[in-house]
Every structure is written in structure tokens, then in C-alpha cells.
């Protein structure tokens, strides 16, 4: 007889990204929020630190009609939040905590995280407290809850509970609830492991040697050791630990001792992405700013059949492959075979310090300006990557070059001051994206970018690269799929470089209606990604955890 499978009757969920838009995990949490209030309204609920308070989070609506008599018991308990709902589509209830108070209580927590569970504290700096404060309220807050509603008084049968916590960064939540609350099923999810990502932006070789590396030893060397320990023990005792790709997968096996119970892969909610006329009107307003910008940036016009291509994500220069995108651009100008000229941008945040005020008059004038690559101000240009290597490849956008470049070091919130439109307004108006990375364990812009139809060129060493992979049968060409996964290991930069030119110039020579079937292919390709489908991974997680969770509730009560 087949086993049938187990339903949360709620979820509550922890990230430092809920309402809080910093990185990757933002978006798989906003994007899937919707398929999951449209099967369990209102019983999916998220938990963010309050990083607002006595201000207006945009991304958060406040309401006091909502669970007013639980925030009274909180209040008495002394947990300072507030509760409302996430402005995303589906609109899910978010708890807000002010993790602020539990600094004065600070070596009580890790004193019992060590007698508990072994999690070393006592090398932590930067982000761990911050982070670990706010793990510990995000515990304290669902406790409180399931001590409210969820007792035998409140409710004679005992629902199903699941907290997921997400990064390192919340696990000590996850385990504090297997301690005081042993009734919850706890699921952890790593969307990169600490080590890995430091063994890779370190400058070491990560793949080749990942079956020789002991994550402990590695920890210490790199100066991660509390961040490590409390993911790697978080991996350890929640009932089900989880990772969102088989190359994020590995690592865990090699440097967390721990294979994951169920791969959680990312997806993608269409909703975000206009239609029709919609589409088309959005898609040539942003390229209109884009040359706009960039012809005031440089002083030069671009045709209409300019091929713009961007790369775009965090700045880190080997990871997310700036480095070898930018070799492969300055390739790219030097060979003969480009047939169209090609407007390059890099979109990543850096230390800036505002739009430049020059470009912002000559956006009303004309002119072009000294250092006609940079869209903003940094405040030391002289240390930046970015800007070093246009210099050192002598790429200075002169009307002639067939290939120009355009450094965009700041967040597109739509209140940057040059393009003043958001990340995924802008996305449209690209013919071409290139996402060479070197440590992504999933990677959501090559997602996003086929999502708004645009065609774009990652490696095997991303989790999305390996999924289209899988989805195709083989490798994917970008003219006829959409996608182009280029093979990436420790040792090829050069090769890797070199395909991604050629990827370009290729691209630069397809006719309009080859260029069209590959924009359709890339759609078709992000449909498959979608949360209506992948969510059947998460429905795997919570049953296995909930069974877990089952057999241990059910020693405790037998003895």
C-alpha cells in the first residue's frame, strides 16, 4: 500500500531577506509566496528582522487589526514586533521582530547553542551577531505562536507545523525550536555553503579538490569557523536539511559531512513579467534609457540594431564571473567577425557614491565625459576591479569601437538618479545576458533574464546551467533554446572567455527571425521553472521533515 504524504497545516518561514530586499534568497521567497497562500491562505508566514522601526518599509504593509491578540501576549513576553503583510503578489502575513533586546543575553545563547549542539561562537565577527539575534527572536516568535494557538486548550488536535529556516543566518532559530518546541517539524536550507563560497572567493580551486577538502580544517583557515559550525550543525539535527541544487548538493556532502534530504531547485513566478502590448512598450522604453544614458555617458549615438548585452548580480569578481566577462568583452572588440556594434553593461552594486552629477546635466546636453564608462561615483575607484580592468584593457568607448562598455555600480530601485528604473524594468530592454559563474549554487539571473525573454549564456557550475542541461537533453544553443551552458571548471578561464565571445559575435549575426525563435525558446525554457511545478519539491520536504518529526513526538510521549 502506498504511503500517502503529510500537509503542514502551517508554515512559518525565516530569512533575513523577508521584506528586506538584499540578495537571491528575496526573490525565491516573493516569487513563491503566491502558490503557497493560493493553496493554504494565510497559514504560510513569514519572519524578517525589523530593520525599519520608526520608519516606512516599503516592501511591508503594517496592519493592527491583524493577530492583535497574540501581539499583546508577545508583548508581555517581551518580543517587540509588528504584523502585517509582505507587499509581493499573494500578500502573505509577515512578522516583523526587533531583535535589538536580545543583545544583552547574548553569551546566555551561544553558551546554550554550545552545550546543546556544539555551535562555536567564540570566533564570530562581522554579521554573526546580527544574525544570530535575530535567528534566536525568529524562534522566540514561532514559539510563542505554537504556545498561543497550538495548545491542547487552544486546539484538542494537534496541527502540523513546519518552520523552515533559510542560510546559516537562521539557524539557530531551528535549533532552539527542536529544543523548546520538539512538536515542529524543522527544515534548514543552505542556497550556498559557507565554506565552498569562501574556498572559491579566495582564489582556491574549489571543484577539482572539493572531495580532498575537510570542511572543519577549511573553516578555520578561512576564518569562518562559527559560521560554519552553526550551518553545519543546523544540517545535522533539523528533520530535514535541504540545499536548492545537486552542485550546492556536493559541497554539502564534502564540506558539511551531510547529504541533503531533498534538493528545494528555485523557481520563477511568471506574474512579474509583463504581456502584449505591455511587454513591447515596457521593452523599448528601456532601451531607449539605456542608450540614452549611455549616449550621454560617451558622446556618441547608437543605431537601433546596437546589440545590448549586461551581465548583472553581486560584485563578486571571480563567483559571479565579472572577470571573465570582462576578458571575453575585450575579446569580443578585438575580433573582426562582429557584424553589429555591441553596447556591454555590468550591473553590479558597488561602494558608489551617487550618480554622477555631470552625466545627469549631460543627459540634458550631450556632451560626453571624462571616464565615459561609469554611471556613478565610487568612492575609491582607484581599488576597483571593475574599473582597473577597463583601464588595463585600454577600452575607452571611442565612436569607432565596435564594442562599448557601460559600469552601472549601483542597485536599479528606480531611484538611482541616472536610470531611475528598477532591475527588472531595465532587463527588458537587454537582447543578450551573460552569466559566467564560477560559484553559484543556483542562479536566479539567468532565470529571471529567460523569464523576460531574453536570451542568455551561463556555465555548468551554476545549478540553473545543469537544470537547463537536464531540460534539453544535452547542451542548449542559444539561437534554437534560449540558453547557451558553457563547460566551466577550476582551470579553463581562457576557453571559457573565448566561447563567450564567440557566443556573442554569433548571436550579433542572427537575423531577425532567428533571433525571435531564440527570445520564444528562452520563455518556453522559464515556463518549465515555474513555482506550480517546482513546488512539488518543497510538498517532498515537508513530508519527510513531518514524518521526522512524527517518530521523534511520538519517542517523547512513549517515554
Not at 546559516?168 to 543552505?190: C, D, E, N
Not at 517546482?534 to 517523547?556: H, K, S
Request: glycine letters at 6%.
Amino acid at each position: 500500500m502506498a504511503q500517502y504524504s503529510l500537509h503542514p497545516d502551517y508554515i512559518f518561514e525565516a530569512s533575513w531577506e523577508v521584506c528586506n530586499k538584499v540578495g537571491g534568497i528575496y526573490t525565491v521567497l516573493s516569487t513563491r509566496a503566491k502558490t503557497l497562500q493560493d493553496t493554504m491562505p494565510d497559514r504560510i508566514v513569514f519572519i524578517g528582522p525589523d530593520l525599519w522601526r520608526g520608519k516606512d518599509n516599503p516592501l511591508f504593509e503594517e496592519d493592527n487589526t491583524l493577530w492583535a491578540d497574540w501581539r499583546r501576549r508577545a508583548a508581555s513576553e517581551a518580543l517587540e514586533v509588528r504584523v502585517g503583510r509582505w507587499l509581493v503578489p499573494g500578500r502573505p502575513i509577515v512578522v516583523l521582530v526587533d531583535f535589538q533586546p536580545f543583545y544583552a543575553r547574548k553569551n546566555d545563547i551561544y553558551g546554550a547553542l554550545w552545550t546543546e549542539y556544539q555551535v562555536d561562537s567564540l570566533h564570530a565577527y562581522g554579521d554573526y551577531d546580527e544574525a544570530s539575534m535575530f535567528s534566536y527572536a525568529a524562534g522566540r516568535v514561532v514559539e510563542s505562536i505554537y504556545n498561543y494557538w497550538f495548545t491542547p486548550d487552544a486546539s484538542p488536535v494537534a496541527p502540523k507545523v513546519i518552520f523552515q529556516a533559510h542560510e546559516w543566518m537562521t539557524g539557530l532559530g531551528a535549533l532552539y525550536l527542536k529544543k523548546h518546541v520538539p512538536q515542529i517539524a524543522t527544515i534548514f536550507t543552505t542556497h550556498a555553503t559557507t565554506v565552498g563560497r569562501s574556498i572559491a572567493g579566495n582564489g582556491k580551486p574549489l571543484y577539482d579538490y572539493l572531495f580532498a577538502y575537510n570542511g572543519n580544517q577549511m573553516a578555520e583557515e578561512l576564518n569562518v569557523q562559527s559560521k560554519h559550525s552553526i550551518e553545519r550543525q543546523t544540517a545535522h539535527n533539523v528533520d530535514c536539511f535541504t540545499t536548492v541544487s545537486d552542485v550546492t548538493a556536493r559541497e554539502c556532502v564534502e564540506l558539511l559531512d551531510k547529504q541533503p534530504d531533498v534538493v528545494l531547485p528555485n523557481g520563477f513566478e511568471m506574474d512579474f513579467v509583463p504581456k502584449g502590448v505591455t511587454f513591447v512598450n515596457r521593452r523599448r522604453k528601456a532601451r531607449r534609457r539605456i542608450f540614452d544614458v549611455a549616449e550621454a555617458l560617451m558622446g556618441t549615438t547608437f543605431s537601433d540594431d546596437t546589440l545590448i548585452v549586461a551581465t548583472s548580480g553581486r560584485y563578486e569578481w571571480k563567483n559571479k564571473g565579472v572577470d571573465v566577462y570582462l576578458e571575453a568583452l575585450n575579446r569580443t572588440l578585438h575580433n573582426n567577425r562582429l557584424q553589429r556594434p555591441v553596447l556591454a553593461l555590468i550591473e553590479v552594486p558597488a561602494w558608489q557614491a551617487g550618480p554622477r552629477e555631470e552625466l545627469k546635466e549631460r543627459l540634458k546636453s550631450g556632451k560626453s565625459l571624462p571616464e565615459p564608462f561609469i554611471t556613478h561615483n565610487l568612492h575609491e575607484p582607484g581599488c576597483d576591479l571593475v574599473t582597473q580592468t577597463i583601464h588595463r584593457f585600454g577600452i575607452t568607448n571611442r565612436e569607432s569601437a565596435r564594442v562599448k562598455v557601460m559600469f552601472v555600480p549601483c542597485y536599479l530601485d528606480g531611484a538611482d538618479g541616472i536610470f531611475n528604473m528598477h532591475y527588472y524594468d531595465l532587463l527588458l530592454g537587454l537582447d543578450l545576458t551573460v552569466y559566467p559563474s564560477y560559484y553559484e549554487p543556483w542562479g536566479y539571473t539567468p532565470l529571471e533574464s529567460v523569464a523576460f525573454r531574453v536570451p542568455c549564456v551561463t556555465t555548468t557550475l551554476a545549478g540553473f546551467g545543469l537544470w537547463a542541461m537536464e531540460q534539453k537533453n544535452g547542451e542548449p544553443h542559444l539561437d534554437t533554446d534560449g540558453v547557451e551552458v558553457v563547460p566551466r571548471s577550476d582551470y579553463n578561464f581562457d576557453e571559457v572567455a573565448d566561447r563567450i565571445s564567440n557566443e556573442i559575435i554569433g548571436f550579433a549575426s542572427l537575423d531577425q527571425k532567428e533571433v525571435e525563435q531564440s527570445r520564444k525558446a528562452a520563455r518556453q525554457l522559464a515556463e518549465k521553472a515555474q513555482w506550480r511545478h517546482f513546488i512539488e519539491y518543497y510538498r517532498q520536504a515537508y513530508d519527510f521533515a513531518l514524518r521526522r518529526a512524527e517518530e521523534r513526538n511520538n519517542i517523547i510521549n512513549n517515554q
